[in-house]
Nanobody, 122 residues
C-alpha cells in the first residue's frame, strides 16, 4: 500500500508559478510510474503529466506542455510538478497518482492522493 500526500497548492495570479509536491509513505515510490492529474469543478479528472519510474521519460498533456515540468526524487520518495506561466484555466484540484505502467490512462493508476487546490486568478 502506498499513501500519497500532495502539498504546494494555493492562490496565484495569472502568469505566476507554483511547485506541487507529492510525498509517499508505506512503500517506496521507485517501483512506480507517477502521474499528475487535475479536476476542475464540473469536469472530469484529466491527465496532466507523467514520469517513468527511473525519471528518464516524461509525458505532458498538450495544454501544459512547455509550461509544466514533472520530476521525481526517488531517494526522497517524492514527485514534483513545477507549474509556470499559470493561466486561470489551470484552476483545479491537482492529484498525484502511482501506476505500474507508464500511461495517461486514469484507470491504470492504483494509488491516489487527496489532492491540493490550485487557483489562478486573472
Amino acid at each position: 500500500q502506498v499513501q500519497l500526500v500532495e502539498s504546494g497548492g494555493g492562490l496565484v495570479q495569472a502568469g505566476g508559478s507554483l511547485r506541487l509536491s507529492c510525498a509517499a509513505s508505506g512503500r517506496t515510490l521507485s517501483r512506480y510510474n507517477m502521474g499528475w492529474f487535475r479536476q476542475a469543478p464540473g469536469k472530469e479528472r484529466e491527465f496532466v503529466a507523467a514520469i517513468v519510474w527511473s525519471g528518464g521519460i516524461e509525458d505532458y498533456a498538450d495544454s501544459v506542455k512547455g509550461r509544466f515540468t514533472i520530476s521525481r526524487d526517488n531517494a526522497k520518495d517524492s514527485v514534483y510538478l513545477q507549474m509556470n506561466s499559470l493561466k486561470p484555466e489551470d484552476t483545479a484540484v491537482y492529484y498525484c497518482a502511482a501506476a505500474v505502467t507508464f500511461t495517461r490512462v486514469r484507470a491504470s493508476y492504483i494509488y491516489w492522493g487527496q489532492g491540493t487546490q490550485v487557483t489562478v486568478s486573472s
